[in-house]
C-alpha cells in the first residue's frame, strides 16, 4: 500500500511562487500516474496536472493552468508541482494520488490519496 505525504503549501502573496512536493513511500509497477488535485471551500475537487512516472508525459484535465508545472524525481520518488503567479483563486486544499489509469487527469480515477497542503493566497 503506498503512502503519499505532501508539502510545501502555505501563505503567499498574489503573485507569489510555491513548489509543492509529494513523496511517495514507493514507485510501484501497480500505478503509473501521480496526479496533483485542488479542492476550494464550496467547490468541486478538481484535477490540476498529471503525470505518468514511467514515461514523464504529462497530462491536464479540461482547463490547463500554465502557471503550474509539474515534474518528478524518480530518485527521490518526488512528484513536484511548482506554482507561478499565484492568484486568490488559487486558494486551496492541494492533494497528490495515485492511480492505475490517469491521462483525463480525473479525481474520479484515482484511488490512493495524500493528506493534501493547504496554500492560501492572500494579501
Known amino acids: 500500500q503506498v503512502q503519499l505525504v505532501e508539502s510545501g503549501g502555505g501563505l503567499v502573496q498574489p503573485g507569489g511562487s510555491l513548489r509543492l512536493s509529494c513523496v511517495a513511500s514507493?514507485?510501484?509497477?501497480?500505478?503509473?500516474?501521480i496526479g496533483w488535485f485542488r479542492q476550494a471551500p464550496g467547490k468541486r475537487r478538481e484535477g490540476v496536472a498529471c503525470?505518468?512516472?514511467?514515461?514523464?508525459?504529462?497530462y491536464f484535465s479540461d482547463s490547463k493552468i500554465d502557471r503550474f508545472t509539474i515534474a518528478r524525481d524518480n530518485s527521490k520518488r518526488t512528484v513536484y508541482l511548482d506554482l507561478r503567479a499565484l492568484k486568490p483563486e488559487d486558494s486551496a486544499v492541494y492533494s497528490c494520488?495515485?492511480?492505475?489509469?490517469?491521462?483525463?487527469?480525473?479525481?474520479?480515477?484515482?484511488?490512493?490519496w495524500g493528506q493534501g497542503t493547504q496554500v492560501t493566497v492572500s494579501s
Open positions: 494520488a495515485t492511480g492505475d489509469y490517469g491521462p483525463r487527469c480525473s479525481p474520479y480515477e484515482y484511488e490512493t
Open positions: 514507493e514507485f510501484s509497477s501497480k500505478y503509473r500516474y
Open positions: 503525470i505518468n512516472i514511467v514515461d514523464g508525459r504529462t
